[in-house]
């Protein structure tokens, strides 16, 4: 009997998970899949469930429903050592009394690993980290960009299957920041383990994730490639959470050509509609971009009068936030070392194409 086509294992699957803290919801019915190699980005603000969510696949929680697989394994009520896991927190968790060496060979020595074997595997590790030469240093000694290479050895040397991170770079500065991101992601695409890392910083999640899971009180709000959750954000939480969002709310007209008219305080808007129209009158939102803006006199579709009340400038592009007449706060980037074409209390006139708009569920 021929074979039937091959299915990807996941490395990774939730359902259904949730779990309380007496009563308290801390996630609720969180279903996640993840694919072999990805790096999946559990974001959002602080209490939405994303740690929780995290410890909950390492072992650390029991959840109180629903199913962990890990490569297909049912491991719900098994303890973390036999998960295939290893997990890196934000403080490191290093050993005061213990060399760089010891740290790293710490987890095979767990699995009663011949002595000859840990040392082998340790010093390829060192090596690979390029951290040899600390090899007989105690965290005591070490910068804060030197803690994070010893405790992602320490982690790796392992090889699980699955890598999870609590904000992991949190307590670096800035520039070592970025290069600890480049490393982890070069890392993360040369092992072909998955990583599943929380943070609350977008520049974060879209710069490393292949995955991002946005979450808000104990639920998924929306998950996808970071480019569907910048562009086509699904409710007006995402919208407004992620940076660069302008959210308008108004109440729906009478859909005609795939077109939602939309009356607001600040005029009538129209939005692409995909799939069924909302009913006329219902409340609906949407959002538009701030680099999809365009400012001054113009003939598009879409049109909002506005007053700059701030003008923040990043280096790559300025950003102005505006005020409309009814109050609604909007901003609108402008990319390029340019001249300022704003100031604070100017007065000027926004305007966006239909297809820019994004309705919201």
Not at 77 to 97: C, E, V, Y
């Amino acid at each position: 009997m021929p074979e039937g086509p091959m299915i990807a294992q996941l490395d990774l699957e939730l359902r259904g998970v949730r779990k309380r803290y007496g009563s308290f919801l801390a996630v609720d019915g969180v279903s996640l899949k993840v694919e072999k190699g990805q790096f999946v980005c559990l974001l959002g603000p602080s209490g939405c469930g994303k740690t929780t969510t995290l410890r909950c696949v390492a072992g650390l929680e029991e959840p109180d429903e629903g199913d962990i697989l890990i490569g297909g394994r049912q491991v719900t009520g098994d303890p973390p050592w036999k998960r295939d896991i290893a997990m890196m927190f934000q403080d490191f968790a290093l050993f005061p009394h213990m060399s760089v060496a010891k740290q790293v060979g710490f987890g095979l020595e767990m699995l009663k690993k011949p002595r000859a074997e840990i040392g082998k595997r340790v010093a390829e590790v060192l090596a690979a980290f390029e951290i040899a030469h600390l090899a007989e240093r105690r965290p005591a000694q070490l910068s804060g960009g030197q803690k994070q290479r010893v405790a992602l050895a320490r982690a790796m040397i392992t090889e699980p299957r699955i890598l999870l991170l609590d904000e992991p770079i949190g307590a670096l500065d800035y520039a070592l920041r970025e290069a600890v991101m480049l490393e982890l992601k070069a890392l993360q695409q040369r092992t072909g383990i998955s990583f599943i890392w929380v943070t609350h910083d977008q520049n974060e999640a879209f710069s490393l994730g292949d995955h991002v899971v946005v979450m808000n009180h104990a639920r998924i709000e929306q998950q996808g490639p970071p480019e569907d959750l910048l562009s086509r954000p699904r409710t007006a939480f995402v919208a407004g959470f992620i940076q660069g969002n302008n959210v308008l709310r108004g109440k729906a007209g009478a859909a005609e050509a795939g077109v939602l008219p939309v009356e607001t305080a600040d005029g009538r808007f129209h939005v692409p509609i995909i799939g069924a129209a909302p009913a006329p009158g219902s409340e609906v939102s949407f959002s538009v971009r701030a680099e999809r803006i365009e400012e001054g006199e113009n003939d598009l579709p879409n049109r909002i009068a506005a007053r700059c009340t701030t003008v923040e400038y990043f280096g790559a592009f300025r950003r102005h936030v505006l005020s409309s007449g009814s109050g609604v706060t909007l901003k609108w980037d402008q990319f390029g070392a340019l001249p300022p074409r704003l100031r604070a209390g100017t007065e000027t006139t926004l305007g966006w194409r239909t297809e820019d708009s994004v309705l919201h569920a």
